[in-house]
């Protein structure tokens, strides 16, 4: 049996195998972020699917972290039994889930939020709104949000949660000079810029346990210019890690990234595959919790590469498991051959319309072959 499928635990959440659906926005929770059966008939495909464990699409801990419409809530408990309904579904096929919570910062969206964004820093030019810095008042009850919405996870259900540091959210201006430009002690350097997320973590822990799962995503280059760099991403993990966390997956980019985003569309061969796996490595170097490897993995070969070299612990995949939610139970088969996504990031369209997210050009394809 390949090292992919066997059996782990992190913090003693026990995993069937090594494969991870990471955090993805799925569009279909309804106008309040409550969960709804068409969100939970997504999940649960994943689970029947085989994935090992499911990262849920970033949910808000509060109101004005709210990044768009029809985005996953988890900022008070009137939440719960619909997101019991999800952990339910998940557990019931098999697998494991966890709930990734995040704010969006001065990325959310006032005319939802019915407050103006909130940053690190009020610089401008970013987005059309208006941001507002934040105060050390408001700092805490970003904390304390954090906690409550971990605490909430708990009761639904959840077996992990996992904290949104990357792509350009909140936790992850903090860490990122571009955004971060604040004189007081969570600004300057890599070790200041991490104090939230050390709070953060406190307030976690002290509403969830010790013995309870938390993670993060986190970005490993901002790709931007004057943004977080590999070193000072590693120093951060280094701390995170030294704090009670439990695993960490690795991403990058954000959305002011333009030419320079990382991520890719029309994935074709392998050398194009796992583009932040030199980031791994340097990470795998300095930090002794699991890692999670997403970006850009499509074929099994390459997946099981990275996990038998120690690269890292876990391999994550966003858009082949919009594709085919099966994927894992198809390898397991024996079936190795590559992901059938496409790469071109066309499901995320639907989403901003209110369908929800769905492989475009599968549906092509069998309209097509007459098959729909």
């Not at 689970?47 to 090992?52: R, S, T």
Request: glycine share 10%.
């Amino acid at each position: 049996m390949p090292k992919l499928f066997e059996p782990t635990e992190i913090n003693g959440m026990a995993l069937k195998n090594r494969f991870v659906r990471s955090a993805t926005w799925e569009g279909m929770a309804s106008d309040d972020g409550d969960c709804t059966p068409r969100l939970v008939e997504t999940i649960a495909r994943l689970a029947e699917g085989g994935v090992g464990l499911i990262i849920t699409g970033h949910a808000y801990v509060n109101k004005q972290g709210q990044a768009g419409q029809w985005q996953l809530g988890i900022y008070e408990d009137s939440l719960i039994p619909g997101l019991r309904e999800m952990t339910d579904a998940v557990h019931q096929r098999g697998s494991r889930i966890i709930a990734q919570l995040a704010h969006s910062g001065l990325f959310a969206d006032p005319s939802l939020t019915g407050y103006p964004p909130l940053a690190p820093s009020a610089i401008s030019g970013i987005t059309q709104h208006s941001v507002q810095e934040m105060t050390i008042s408001d700092i805490r009850n970003v904390v304390e949000s954090f906690g409550l919405a971990a605490q909430r996870a708990q009761k639904s259900g959840f077996d992990g949660v996992q904290l949104h540091v990357a792509h350009g959210y909140l936790l992850s201006q903090f860490l990122s000079p571009f955004f971060n430009k604040r004189s007081d002690r969570y600004g300057g350097n890599i070790e200041n810029r991490a104090i939230i997320h050390l709070e953060i973590l406190d307030a976690v822990r002290s509403y969830v346990g010790k013995d309870y799962p938390v993670l993060i995503k986190m970005n490993t280059k901002d790709f931007i210019e004057g943004g977080l760099e590999l070193e000072d991403a590693v120093k951060a993990g280094k701390l995170l890690a030294q704090n009670r966390l439990d695993a960490i997956e690795l991403s990058g980019g954000t959305g002011l990234s333009g030419k320079l985003n990382p991520i890719r569309t029309g994935i074709r061969k392998q050398a194009d595959e796992a583009y932040f796996e030199d980031a791994a490595v340097l990470f795998k170097e300095h930090i002794n919790i699991p890692i999670i490897l997403v970006g850009g993995i499509r074929s099994f070969e390459v997946a099981r590469r990275i996990v038998n070299s120690g690269i890292a612990d876990y391999i994550s995949m966003s858009r082949p498991f919009i594709r085919e939610p099966d994927l894992v139970n198809r390898w397991k088969s024996g079936d190795r051959s590559k992901s059938a996504c496409h790469s071109d990031s066309r499901c995320f369209v639907p989403t901003r319309t209110g369908k929800g997210i769905y492989c475009v050009m599968e549906e092509r394809e069998r309209k097509k072959d007459g098959t729909i």
